[in-house]
């Protein structure tokens, strides 16, 4: 029996890497420990530099036209560079498995985020079927996330055929397939792996607006901040201050920094707003001009800024209506010097 583990990862996101391995290698024993043949490889290009070099190739591949599916077609929108750099990490992946000379072979898919959540269930392995989630998709047509999965080779090529058109990120294509061919799929009972970027352990190196929905402490926020609308108390959002220090997620410091500013708290939410972004920065997230991170931290300022009355007190010393200075008699001195 065997098994290939691909580690998909982003080279510049250095904090992932330890936990990426110990989890390979956590896998690696339980598998060989159940009698399986392991090899494990890191998928790691192309990067989304790599994308940006060679993004005229996508064009004619690139298809975001409706299907009439509203529950498909609400995931279809422009990808961005990460997005293309993330599936054509899977479809890496998904190449070498169709290439392996064993077609009842398992290729087991995870993302550098992927979190356990208890041990690896190396039963679910035991089925004839050519898929098996490991984020316990229930039965959802559209998975909130896809950190793990195993897939045999024959899986693998459908998936490769039909995302030579692409329409989806790599969740949404996965899905599809998933929801189109339901029958050759096996649900677990129970999920084996958490996104750890939607749990707050990591920023998202996808998405530039990264809600965790598997925090529960976010989730609860979000669900105060809902039903408060514009009267939340400060001593409700105080509350959420002992779960961020418990863990510096720039997601979680952007949404109460947020929550904050509606409040009226200005000085908090640019702390944790600033913060947000500088954290973001050393967990090497996603800032761009589009981020909403780094543009509610600049936004903030707006209510920080000193009384305009003030500030018209102090006379412009480009003031058309300011006296001028006097002009001395006489040819400037450098046109003197010349006459004479």
Request: hydrophobic fraction near 40%; aromatic fraction near 8%.
């Amino acid at each position: 029996m065997h098994l290939v583990i691909y580690g998909i990862h982003t080279t510049t996101l250095r904090l992932r890497q330890p936990a990426l391995h110990q989890l390979i290698q956590s896998i690696r024993v339980a598998a060989q420990a159940a009698g399986y043949e392991v090899t494990p490889k890191l998928v790691l290009s192309p990067s989304s530099a790599d994308i940006q070099t060679s993004l005229k190739s996508f064009e004619g591949r690139i298809d975001y036209s409706k299907t009439g599916d509203a529950e498909f077609d609400s995931l279809i929108h422009t990808l961005n560079l990460q997005e293309l750099s993330n599936l054509e990490k899977h479809r890496k992946a998904w190449s070498m498995a169709a290439a392996h000379p064993d077609a009842s072979a398992w290729h087991l898919v995870i993302e550098d985020d992927a979190t356990p959540h208890g041990a690896f269930p190396m039963g679910a392995l035991q089925t004839e079927r050519d898929m098996v989630p490991l984020c316990a998709p229930s039965q959802r047509r559209t998975w909130l996330s896809k950190e793990a999965y195993a897939i045999r080779a024959s899986a693998a090529r459908d998936l490769l055929a039909s995302t030579e058109k692409i329409k989806y990120n790599a969740r949404g294509h996965i899905c599809l397939w998933a929801t189109t061919h339901s029958a050759r799929v096996f649900l677990p009972a129970q999920r084996a792996f958490v996104d750890g970027s939607k749990l707050g352990l990591f920023p998202s190196s996808i998405h530039t607006f990264n809600p965790l929905i598997f925090n529960k402490d976010y989730v609860e926020l979000m669900r105060e901040v809902e039903r408060e609308k514009t009267h939340i108390t400060l001593e409700a959002l105080k509350a959420f201050e002992a779960p961020l220090a418990k863990l510096p997620s720039p997601d979680f410091m952007y949404a109460l920094g947020k929550a904050y500013e509606n409040a009226g708290s200005y000085e908090r939410a640019r702390d944790l707003l600033v913060g947000a972004v500088q954290e973001m920065a050393r967990q090497n997230g996603i800032l761009t001009t589009t981020s909403e991170v780094l543009t509610s931290a600049m936004d903030v300022y707006k209510h920080l800024q000193p009384d305009v009355s003030e500030c018209a007190k102090t006379p412009s010393r480009f003031d058309l209506m300011s006296p001028k200075p006097k002009r001395s008699d006489g040819p400037p001195r450098v046109a003197a010097s010349l006459a004479s």
